[in-house]
């Protein structure tokens, strides 16, 4: 019980703007929970891009956000099977070493940086989950 | 429901338990695995009719109250559609999957639930955000707060404000009720309304919330016995309106972890009443004496009208 | 030009939609206006208490519904304002048994024979929520600056389709918006990301009022009657600047008094 | 569509105020030859308006719902003269006001019935038990132990008698007169189907509302703040409600 008093007592930020701060979390995950036509939508374009570097096998495929602590992030988990020798479609050359370590690649974290704009999803963006009203 | 096959653990012993970063498995935590139990857990829902009276607020502080005191506690979140409990607890960053994933079996019950941060025998079953109220069927309900009682001594179930659906749905799986109002007539009036809904067999007890001794003496707001007086149910606890119930929803921390507040005072007092101690209820006097009269000289307090 | 239907909701309960109904519709009605009140919040009706007529109700929104009455016998007019009347809940019938074109019928007979009609929408997302939307043209957001009113006020935002919605900002406890512990109106504008059309401070005196049943704009000389005066005004598209809480304080009446700079 | 069937909680509304009546019959018949056994069992309140309409019309009305199994137990009329037919065809007058109001309903009645059963009548809380009991001239008295809560209602085709407190927002309605052994704070209506001489009664008179047959009285604000000190009745004296201190 001690530490918590103690925790308490030192004078941390006013707790309005802890509020403000947890709440722009919160909404964040909430209104993308609530509006998941432009999650799929997100989700097909980043599999789309994806796929021209890399062969990639999509019934593994995870996508899904996630808020830690005081951060908000997509996380994206891509099992790979191979790499495309030439990126198909699109010009520029893709800078991948040959030698690909055996083992799956490292989970690869686009991340939204918590001070970045809020993401895809604006909070006037006309978002209607219950076309009904 | 006494709990015959559990030694009665002291305050401290809860709290170093609860303090302990990754205990080893203790006793307590065997017992809350899933092999069936002999005594069901009591199953509470905390109700009101009306809305913003505080009922996700005690059901946040009660459940941390009985974790405190040593009891394996799960609070759910039937408010679907209008999740909270999870921001009160300051849980809302670690909520993965919720009810209606346990209901449809797209997950475990042990994937959804999340643990308290402070107190390690507190779980807590948060609402879909998702979804309609109307989705969860009313007996896949009933028989989730059935195994939740085989696995927890206390399941408090948090529910929505009205009389549509989701309410019945938080009352289908509990045998005790708490009622929560405020001393406004709108509030009393919902909770009688409430009382009339509730199945005749569910033991109901009352908390009147948001007192404030200065309007009852004004006789601006109906007094504690008026409204038991209308209600005409067992009085378990009066809760004080004060400014740390706003600091504690702004930080995510129940109430009762704010030292000195009397909000979280009485609330401790209803968790040691619902642990079968008879406390007697203080009847919250306006301090209109000396002492505030001095504090308004000293301008320490505002004058009555709520200068801006 | 058929009158306005605004729907009066929030999310979550006891931020004060019922008080805001009440005493909006009689800034409205005080400013001229023909006004219709309709407690949509079936089963737990309150309306009728805050504006201290429950004692003169003989039909509801039930009976109208189901063809028992017709509108003029439903309506009850309060006798203290020239053009205010009230379409009380009903407190024993079933919720279940009103449909959302029903309502929509019911509001746009309304709309036809009053300027403005506003709707208590009970709190929650359920079946009398989509009720209470239904016959709507608009919405007026009631939140406090507390964390769960903002989730919920913003889960409503998204189930609002494209009617256009404002914000009422209700119980800001000034001193508290000071110390820092509490959302300050800009906050709340930022996160929500809608515009305010009124700003209401948290005054003990609206609790006396609303027990005896008589809405605070009676008294022209109460803060909270100006400023429920002023949200009418913006309503009818006035355009009147919000009045900076603070200073309307002790200080700000007597900075007031100095300069003579009325609200 | 000219015939609406309503189902509330106490049995069928059917608006029948088109004319001329046997189309609506033909409609009648129709509808329920759709659904054969859907309303098996229940009664019917024939919502007749205030049109004329003819005797046989109206026998025919309820000589079809008889043969699906429905069994019309009133009408509700707005005109005295088509009130004098329904009455001679053998149908019972109803107030608009008991139309609507379910026969003796509180929301638990859906509850699952086995939850009620199973758990037996352990609430020490509050009595439930709402028994109807044939009073001698034949009309039912209800006879109820137990606050009566906001929301609820009950009605009686005769008295009703409550032990207990009837709070605002609860509603008592009875052909007969209805006595209250506690506070009536709800709203009151004796006498419902025009019987001048019915009254209400109370250890503690501050209802709402009272109603005796078709006289409406709204109790006075003043009245309410100071309690009465005892119990009161209320009569209808040449049309106007008058209360009075109860000796029974």
């Not at chain 2, 709290?15 to 307590?28: G, H, I, K, Y």
């Not at chain 2, 400014?243 to 930080?251: C, F, L, T, V």
């Not at chain 3, 001193?175 to 820092?180: D, F």
């Not at chain 4, 039912?140 to 132990?145: G, P, R, S, V």
Request: glycine residues 8%.
């Amino acid at each position: 019980m001690l530490d918590f008093i103690t925790r308490f007592f030192r004078r941390e930020e006013a707790s309005g703007s802890q509020a403000k701060e947890r709440l722009r979390l919160v909404l964040m995950s909430d209104r993308v929970s609530l509006a998941p036509e432009i999650f799929d939508a997100m989700k097909g374009e980043m599999i789309s891009v994806v796929r021209r570097y890399l062969d990639i096998d999509e019934g593994g495929l995870d996508v899904h956000f996630e808020s830690a602590e005081r951060r908000f992030m997509l996380l994206a988990n891509i099992p790979v099977l191979s790499i495309r020798p030439k990126p198909n479609g699109d010009g520029h050359a893709a800078l991948v070493s040959e030698k690909m370590p055996r083992r799956r690649r490292r989970r690869r974290k686009p991340q939204v940086a918590p001070d970045a704009e809020t993401p895809s999803v604006e909070p006037d963006a006309p978002v209607e989950p219950d076309t009904s009203l | 429901m006494t709990d015959i096959n559990r030694e009665e653990m002291t305050v401290e012993e809860a709290l170093s338990l609860s303090n302990q970063e990754a205990p080893a498995e203790t006793a307590r935590e065997a017992i809350a695995r899933p092999d069936k139990k002999v005594s069901l857990g009591r199953t509470i829902v905390v109700t009101s009719g009306k809305g913003g009276v505080g009922k996700t607020t005690t059901t946040a502080n009660l459940g941390s109250g009985l974790a405190e005191a040593g009891k394996n506690v799960v609070v759910v979140d039937a408010d679907v559609g209008l999740r909270n409990l999870d921001v009160t607890l300051g849980l809302e960053n670690r909520v993965r999957k919720h009810l209606l994933d346990v209901i449809e079996e797209k997950c475990s019950l042990d994937e959804a639930l999340v643990r308290d941060r402070a107190r390690r025998t507190l779980f807590l079953l948060p609402a879909a955000q998702d979804r309609e109220k109307d989705d969860v069927p009313q007996d896949k309900m009933a028989a989730l707060v059935r195994t939740l009682a085989e696995r927890f001594d206390f399941v408090l179930i948090d529910s929505p404000a009205g009389i549509e659906q989701g309410f019945r749905n938080a009352v289908v799986g509990a045998k005790e009720a708490i009622i929560v109002t405020t001393p406004e007539v709108s509030a009393v009036r919902d909770a009688d309304r409430i009382i009339g809904l509730l199945p005749p067999d569910v033991e109901s007890r009352l908390i009147v919330n948001r007192v404030r001794p200065a309007l009852v003496k004004k006789g601006t707001m109906m007094s504690v016995s008026d409204v038991v007086d209308i209600l005409r149910l067992e009085l378990i606890g009066v809760v004080p309106d004060e400014k740390d119930i706003i600091i504690a929803a702004n930080r995510g921390t129940p109430v009762i972890d704010i030292p000195g507040s009397e909000t979280g005072a009485a609330f401790r007092r209803i968790v040691q009443r619902l642990l079968g101690e008879s406390i007697p209820i203080p009847t919250f006097q306006a301090a209109d004496g000396f002492l505030t009269r001095l504090k308004m000289t000293l301008g320490l307090q505002r004058p009555d009208t709520r200068g801006g | 030009m058929p009158g306005t239907v605004y729907v009066i909701t929030s999310g979550k309960g006891g931020v004060g939609k019922t008080t805001t109904t009440a005493n909006l519709g009689g800034a409205l009605a005080k400013l001229g206006r023909q006004v219709a009140l309709v407690d949509a919040d079936i089963g737990l009706r309150n309306l009728d208490l805050v504006l201290g007529l429950e004692k003169r109700i003989v039909y509801d929104l039930v009976d109208l519904v189901e063809e028992r009455c017709q509108t003029r016998q439903a309506l009850i007019k309060d006798r203290r304002f020239d053009n205010l009347y009230l379409l009380p809940a009903s407190q024993v019938k079933d919720k279940e048994s009103v449909t959302e074109d029903q309502m929509r019928i019911v509001m746009r007979k309304l709309a036809a024979d009053f300027d403005d009609v506003l709707i208590d929408c009970p709190a929650g997302i359920e079946h009398g929520f989509r009720n209470a939307v239904a016959g709507a043209d608009q919405a007026l957001i009631v939140t406090t600056p507390e964390v769960a009113a903002i989730r919920d006020a913003d889960r409503i935002l998204g189930m609002l389709g494209n009617r256009r919605c404002r914000l009422i900002i209700n119980r800001v406890r000034v001193e508290m918006v000071r110390t820092g512990d509490m959302l300050s109106v800009d906050d709340v504008v930022e996160i929500l990301g809608r515009d305010v059309v009124g700003v209401v401070p948290d005054d003990e005196e609206i609790i006396d009022t609303t027990n005896r049943g008589e809405p605070i704009v009676l008294d022209a000389s109460r803060r909270l009657a100006r400023i429920y005066n002023a949200i009418a005004r913006r309503l009818l598209g006035e355009n009147v600047p919000l009045t900076n809480l603070s200073e309307d304080g002790l200080w700000g009446r007597l900075r007031r008094l100095v300069t003579g700079t009325g609200q | 569509m000219t015939v609406q069937i309503k189902g509330t909680k106490s049995g069928l509304l059917l608006h029948l105020q088109e004319r001329p009546l046997s189309g609506a019959v033909a409609e009648l018949r129709e509808r329920l030859t759709s659904l054969p056994g859907f309303y098996k069992g229940s009664r019917a309140v024939l919502m007749l308006g205030s049109l004329p309409a003819e005797q046989s019309e109206v026998s025919a009305v309820i000589a079809t719902l008889e043969q699906f199994g429905i069994v019309a137990d009133g009408a509700v009329c707005d005109d005295a003269q088509l009130a004098a037919l329904a009455r001679s065809a053998g149908l019972r007058l109803v107030g608009a006001s008991i139309a609507a109001a379910p026969r003796i309903r509180d929301d638990r009645t859906d509850v699952p019935e086995r939850r009620r059963e199973r758990d037996g009548g352990r609430s020490r809380k509050s009595a439930r038990n709402g028994r109807a009991g044939a009073a001698p001239d034949g009309s039912a008295t209800l006879y109820y132990k137990g606050t009566v809560r906001s929301g609820q209602s009950l009605s009686s085709v005769g008295h009703i008698v409550v032990i207990g407190d009837v709070n605002a927002g609860a509603e008592l309605v009875a052909t007969g007169d209805i006595v209250v052994w506690g506070a009536l704070r709800g709203v009151a209506h004796a006498g419902a189907e025009g019987d001048d001489s019915a009254s209400v009664a109370a250890l503690r008179l501050e209802a709402m509302q009272l109603r005796i047959s078709r006289a409406i009285a709204v109790a006075p604000d003043e009245r309410r703040r100071k309690k009465p000190a005892q119990p009161e009745i209320a009569r209808l004296r040449d049309g106007r409600i008058t209360t009075e201190p109860a000796t029974l």
